[in-house]
């Protein structure tokens, strides 16, 4: 019989801890540390994901991600080694999907051609801004210059090469992100996430901006016109948005956050990494400790998650539609339905129709431009009643 995760298909995320440096915007589970013992990591990576197939045999994976953190700090041979044992212990997709983060600064030609012979696929970068006064604001330690060096270094070695922008950044115009943007989209590029800067409590930037120090911000209004215009500029380039902040050519989506988005199942490994694991018909939501010293400890005490908890199918309903409304896809009404065991209320989505927040097919239920400026809204309407 067919379970709810087929649906969305089942990857695993491998999450490494570490940084050059903090972000002052990231509220990421990453750490600084003088030393890493490479080896120690390499063999609690192995021990999981041994531990993790011995609960999913046969499972067909579509997905690994190397996120952190910065991956691309990883030993080679440990990355090679972690896709080796996947693929001894799962049967994979001819089309697997291999994806590894990397920061400009940790780029070398020999890294990412040793990561490429390793079985990467795909790399994402975390370049964010295309000039220097903005990266130092970030907080990133590469320049402009190194991260477009470090982008052509992807570009010649991978098939598939991402990365990341933050717009709505401190003294930003409108005319300066649709110049960055139109350039970013010369780079002969076939995906793009495009995030806006949000600030986290928590963080260098949410504890500056609490004090009244974090000036410049755009105000709400521009925030939506450069939201318009990230819409239109792709759009027109021929990478029109899948999902609220990424962008991509027909073909190019990324498989790992479809996995995500379409609420599939995925193994969460490593320090603070969630997870979505079906067992004997049951989906658990998964966190492992996320101290990166305790869950060395805990991998070899064989008890690295904090915490399996069991979701009823209301959660699971809800964080599907939580997820899967945030696609230009839209979800399948059916499916909401056999979660729930109940029906979206159709005086809702009449509604939000009538106001133009979504439209429907006779199958799905899909946010329509005007719908994803204030998604939470929509969904908070149709989850409250």
Not at 250 to 268: K, T, V
Not at 313 to 325: C, I, K, P, S, V
Not at 327 to 340: F, K, Q, V
């Amino acid at each position: 019989m067919t379970e709810d995760w087929q649906n969305g298909g089942f990857g695993i995320y491998i999450h490494w801890p570490f940084c050059e440096a903090k972000c002052p915007y990231c509220d990421f589970n990453s750490h600084v540390a003088r030393f890493i013992d490479q080896a120690a990591w390499k063999s609690a990576y192995l021990s999981e994901l041994e531990r993790y197939a011995a609960e999913t045999p046969g499972r067909v994976v579509t997905s690994v991600f190397f996120g952190g953190g910065t991956p691309s700090l990883m030993n080679p041979e440990t990355v090679a080694e972690v896709i080796d044992r996947i693929k001894k212990l799962w049967p994979v997709a001819n089309d697997l999907e291999i994806t590894l983060e990397a920061n400009p600064g940790s780029v070398e030609a020999s890294r990412f051609k040793a990561y490429r012979d390793g079985g990467v696929s795909r790399i994402s970068m975390g370049i964010q801004a295309l000039n220097d006064a903005d990266l130092q604001r970030l907080g990133r330690l590469h320049t402009a210059q190194e991260a477009m060096d470090a982008f052509d270094i992807a570009r010649n070695t991978f098939e598939r090469v991402s990365f990341d922008l933050i717009y709505a950044r401190q003294n930003q115009t409108l005319r300066d992100w649709e110049t960055e943007l139109k350039k970013a989209l010369t780079l002969s590029i076939d995906h793009l996430s495009l995030y806006q800067l949000t600030i986290e409590a928590g963080t260098a930037f949410g504890d500056r901006y609490a004090r009244g120090k974090l000036r410049g911000l755009p105000n709400e209004d521009l925030g939506a016109d450069m939201f318009d215009l990230t819409q239109d500029i792709c759009g027109a380039a021929g990478m029109p948005a899948y999902e609220v902040s990424n962008h991509a050519r027909d073909g190019a989506q990324s498989r790992h956050n479809l996995i995500y988005w379409r609420y599939g199942d995925y193994l969460g490994i490593g320090p603070g990494a969630h997870g979505r694991l079906t067992t004997n018909g049951t989906r658990h939501a998964t966190i492992c400790y996320s101290n990166p010293k305790r869950w060395l400890e805990t991998v070899a005490a064989d008890t690295s998650e904090q915490s399996r908890e069991v979701l009823s199918r209301e959660d699971e309903a809800t964080e599907f539609l939580l997820m899967g409304l945030r696609l230009r896809e839209g979800i399948d009404l059916s499916r909401y339905e056999s979660l729930a065991k109940r029906p979206l209320p159709p005086a809702t989505i009449s509604h939000l129709t009538q106001i133009g927040m979504v439209c429907t097919t006779d199958t799905k239920l899909i946010v329509t431009d005007q719908g994803f400026k204030v998604l939470n809204s929509v969904i908070g309407d149709l989850l409250s009643t």
